[in-house]
């Protein structure tokens, strides 16, 4: 039997480690409001960021890209990006002011899919700085968590999460105009799908 062509492949590594993030965020999201265990919480934060990271490479080197991961990749960061920022401001481990940026901010981008989907694209290239928004984030959650702990060496990682923190919020808010600009070309530029086709 010919194996599926490898842009086509459901079952490879890079898909499995999202499938792993996914299923583990409503475990995070047990760990950090129910069960209070703070130090699991953090365990699955770390392993997503760096899961993240591996399953891109691994994509790359190992020529695992598909179809599928080209979608399952971003819809879980997205829903890391979403889950985790609610779920620290419900524990009061971050202001709601600063969720309601990301958040918001993100709600803004999927507005403009609708648009994008009338030219024909269903989504915007990723630039390196919603990339390095996204790993700061994800940096920065796990050691404002760790930061939480009654010790010396908690106070100074919490000192590095806000650090993260900031620098990938401004990195977000920035990656947010660029990601705007592109959408206010694609629409100036390129007529509407039906229009093109005649």
């Given at each position: 039997m010919n194996r599926p062509p490898a842009h086509d492949r459901l079952l490879t590594v890079p898909n499995v480690l999202s499938g792993l993030r996914l299923a583990l965020i409503p475990v995070f999201v047990y760990l950090l409001l129910v069960?209070?265990?703070?130090?699991?919480?953090?365990?699955?934060?770390m392993f997503s960021g760096a899961s993240d990271w591996a399953d891109g490479k691994i994509a790359r080197v190992m020529?695992?890209?598909?179809?599928?991961?080209?979608?399952?990749?971003?819809?879980?960061?997205?829903?890391?990006?979403?889950?985790?920022p609610i779920a620290f401001g419900l524990r009061h481990i971050v202001p709601w002011w600063i969720i309601a940026i990301l958040l918001v901010r993100d709600v803004l981008l999927a507005a403009e899919l609708p648009l994008l989907r009338t030219r024909g694209i269903t989504a915007l290239p990723v630039i390196y700085v919603g990339k390095a928004a996204t790993f700061a984030?994800?940096?920065a959650f796990p050691l404002i968590l760790l930061g939480q702990w009654d010790a010396q060496w908690s106070r100074v990682v919490l000192a590095c999460g806000w650090a993260f923190l900031i620098w990938g919020t401004y990195m977000y808010l920035w990656s947010f105009f660029v990601y705007a600009w592109q959408v206010v070309t694609v629409r100036r530029r390129m007529p509407p799908v039906k229009a093109r086709d005649g």
């Open positions: 069960a209070h265990a703070d130090a699991w919480a953090v365990a699955i934060l020529n695992q890209s598909s179809r599928l991961g080209e979608y399952l990749d971003p819809f879980v960061d997205r829903l890391y990006m979403v889950t985790t984030l994800m940096s």
